[in-house]
């Protein structure tokens, strides 16, 4: 079964967007460069997600965790979905894609690629 790893929201403006999420929700962040960050809550508060400006998904995403994204994405398309885009690597260990489900709405899945 898929777990739920983080949220993802697009914005137009980081540093407003993070004084707003500080502000309102009570997020800390940290930046990973001047187009995206990571929103944190305290340890063991819920689930973090991360900032970034606006381009592939326009609407808040949900990333969920995956054994293998080949198999989520073929799963995905045998029942009325599709893969926007690319396989993507992150980093040397990891990899997301971004599908298209059954209604329409962008999720993104992750997994972890193990040492040969």
Request: aromatic share 8%; glycine share 10%; no cysteine.
């Amino acid at each position: 079964m898929a777990k739920m790893e983080h949220f993802e929201i697009p914005v137009d403006d980081i540093a407003r967007a993070q004084a707003f999420y500080a502000s309102v929700l009570g997020y800390s962040y940290e930046p990973w460069g001047d187009d995206q960050g990571m929103l944190m809550q305290p340890e063991g508060e819920g689930v973090n997600g991360d900032l970034h400006i606006r381009s592939v998904t326009p609407h808040p995403t949900v990333v969920f965790t995956v054994d293998r994204i080949e198999d989520v994405l073929a799963l995905a398309v045998a029942n009325g979905g599709e893969l926007i885009g690319a396989i993507e690597p992150m980093g040397e260990s990891a990899r997301y894609a971004y599908l298209k489900d059954s209604e329409g709405n962008i999720i993104g899945v992750y997994d972890e690629i193990s040492a040969a």
